[in-house]
């Protein structure tokens, strides 16, 4: 079995983001970039169906620029066998431009399976698995937090309201991976050096992207109130709360 | 809270790529494993032990030695791994120095091969633990005149004396130990329940209390023939595995120092004072700017060793440099931001009070100050001050 696993760089999710002086782009100068954690579900979920079956390969796919090589190596440390970044100059911030370089290469080199995170912690989009099931014309599941795959089908679990979605895909499918699926590993160290070794092939790309128009940065929040102080303060918190902010 | 680790003369680009992966992934782990529990494994005199397999799966143990399911990085590698578990706590980079350069390295360096295949693929696992005997109630900076010693008994050695401050003695499944044997220096492996062989732990520590600290005591121990170490005689044999574990806590007093800058420097720009932030008064930056020299310096000697050490250029002396100026600085450090976190300083909620704590020790094992100050006389002299 051939799982492809499309993973993406964010910066760092604790990282102060800047908008570069022309508005058009976060400023990366100072910017340490991990495995968006989404995506690090959906490779742990991949690297334990190999653990239980070693024939099973896991490849690790990236649209991004090549910068992004460092990141995918920490995925390969994790476990994965190898790995593709099609190589756009800038990273991407338009998720159909991102599906369409996925599709096209998974159409050339077929999976039995692609896994991903549900959404990038950056921009959050969300979209690309969808799109990408879409344009291959697969079966897709999204924010799933259960998985087994059996020869010819997966079955997912999706939190919905109030309880458990249970659903079964035919193979070859798209699966993104939400929060809960599973506690992904650390690399180890002898992972970390293993990686160094893993094909990793580039493959360069156009970008099939629409141009980012502008960046703003959220409002400044206004300073806090400080109602009062001791128990007394109690009744008249409730009070504005209630009447003020309308929030109980 | 996030930390940002200190590294004003970018001292990170000099790394290759897999020793920046290293260091990067152990600061995780530390801080999304270690962290939380540190406080409390502090004030409970506590080693937390459901991490040594943690450690193990991840590689930290022997990371520099090849096969026997070890990493075999670089020892530039090494320092980081030090750096970064002494930022999370000194005892939690002791527990590594202690396995990695004082067990396991003899056992590989020194062992037989039945003793590397019997206990690295365990140590390196964290599935035993491993423990170093050198320092005596009586003799601590002069080992020679240790007075454990181990007779020869024909089939078996006899092992009688004590060890003392020994980390991990009480929970070590191997000791290294070190006795005199027909009045040369020599390395044992004894196992845990050995008759005669007990660990009595140190009780009211106010420094590495997330640490195991114990007695060795050896009262007619009968220990096979097997379990001499067979590659080394005299002093250079402990002597060498205390060069592997002071060059890593010549790396690893920087994680403390740095620790220490990251929290003090928060709260200084969060805390408001007669309406300004702490960090705006002048009396704050000069401590700033010296704590910031200080550990950039300290990163250049650590960085420098790292290079000589991969080399196979570095002397034991260079060696003593980096340990005796890192954890002096570490400690000037941690106490600088002692002060500046104010009444809270001393509270065990932020970390920098646990780590000036851990500190102290830090400053007297491995080779005091003084110890190290006169080994640097020597080198600088050409003339040695002691016998």
């Known amino acids: 079995m051939r799982i492809v696993v499309c993973m993406k760089r964010v910066p760092d999710t604790e990282s102060v983001i800047r908008i570069a002086p022309d508005g058009g782009a976060v400023d990366t100068a100072d910017l340490n970039y991990i495995i968006n954690p989404y995506d690090e579900y959906a490779i742990e979920a991949a690297l334990q169906m190999k653990d239980a079956d070693d024939s099973v390969q896991v490849l690790l796919l990236t649209v991004g620029e090549s910068a992004a090589e460092s990141t995918i190596r920490k995925g390969l440390a994790m476990g994965a066998d190898e790995a593709v970044l099609l190589q756009v100059p800038k990273d991407l911030s338009d998720p159909l431009g991102t599906a369409r370089l996925l599709a096209e290469w998974l159409k050339a080199n077929p999976a039995d399976l692609v896994l991903a995170g549900k959404q990038g912690v950056d921009f959050d989009h969300g979209a690309v698995p969808g799109m990408v099931a879409e344009l291959l014309g697969w079966a897709g599941a999204s924010s799933v937090c259960a998985l087994a795959c059996e020869a010819s089908h997966a079955t997912v679990e999706r939190e919905v309201e109030g309880g458990r979605e249970r659903v079964r895909l035919p193979l070859p499918c798209v699966i993104s991976a939400d929060k809960g699926l599973n506690e992904p590993r650390y690399a180890s160290l002898k992972g970390i050096m293993g990686a160094k070794k893993k094909p990793l092939a580039v493959v360069d790309c156009a970008a099939q992207s629409g141009a980012l128009g502008s960046l703003e940065a959220p409002p400044a929040r206004p300073a806090g109130r400080v109602v009062g102080q001791g128990a007394a303060a109690a009744t008249e918190l409730a009070r504005l709360l209630k009447e003020e902010a309308r929030v109980l | ?387």
């Not at chain 2, 000037?332 to 102290?360: F, K, W």
Request: aromatic share 10%; hydrophobic share 40%.
């Open chain 2, 1 to 387: 809270m996030s930390y940002k680790a200190l590294d004003f003369l970018s001292y990170d680009s000099l790394l290759r790529e897999e020793e920046l992966a290293v260091a990067l992934e152990v600061r995780r782990w530390v801080g999304e494993r270690f962290l939380p529990l540190a406080m409390e494994a502090f004030e409970t005199d506590r080693f937390p032990f459901e991490l040594a397999r943690e450690m193990g799966e991840l590689g930290l143990f022997g990371a520099t030695i090849e096969g026997w399911g070890c990493a075999g990085l670089s020892h530039t590698a090494y320092g980081l791994i030090n750096r970064e578990l002494e930022r999370g706590d000194s005892g939690l980079r002791s527990f590594l120095s202690v396995q990695s350069g004082l067990v396991m390295y003899p056992i590989w360096r020194y062992g037989s091969r039945e003793q590397q295949d019997q206990w690295l693929p365990r140590l390196a696992k964290g599935e035993a633990i491993g423990c170093f005997g050198l320092t005596e109630p009586d003799h601590g900076s002069d080992p020679g005149a240790m007075v454990t010693r181990a007779e020869d008994k024909g089939d078996h050695f006899l092992l009688n004396g004590a060890k003392m401050w020994i980390t991990n003695g009480s929970v070590a499944d191997v000791a290294v130990v070190w006795a005199k044997l027909e009045g040369v220096v020599r390395g044992f492996l004894v196992e845990k329940g050995t008759p005669g062989f007990t660990a009595p732990l140190h009780r009211h520590k106010f420094s590495l209390r997330a640490s195991v600290t114990s007695e060795l005591v050896f009262e007619n121990v009968r220990i096979p023939r097997s379990a001499i170490l067979p590659g080394v005689e005299g002093l250079k044999g402990p002597l060498g595995c205390l060069n592997q574990a002071r060059y890593g806590i010549a790396w690893g007093a920087i994680g403390a120092a740095q620790a220490c800058f990251d929290e003090a420097l928060r709260y200084q720009q969060q805390r408001t004072q007669f309406g300004r932030p702490l960090a705006s008064f002048q009396l704050q930056q000069e401590k700033f700017a010296d704590m910031l020299t200080a550990i950039t310096a300290a990163q250049g000697m650590a960085i420098r060793l790292g290079q000589l050490k991969d080399e196979g250029k570095l002397g034991p002396a260079q060696i003593s440099l980096a340990k005796r100026n890192n954890v002096a600085m570490a400690l000037q450090v941690a106490r600088t931001c002692r002060t500046m976190l104010g009444a809270n300083g001393v509270s065990l909620e932020y970390q920098t009070g646990r780590h000036l704590l851990n500190l102290e020790s830090v400053y007297t094992y491995e080779g005091t100050h003084d110890i190290h100050t006169l080994v640097l006389g020597q080198a600088a002299t050409g003339i040695a001050s002691y016998a």
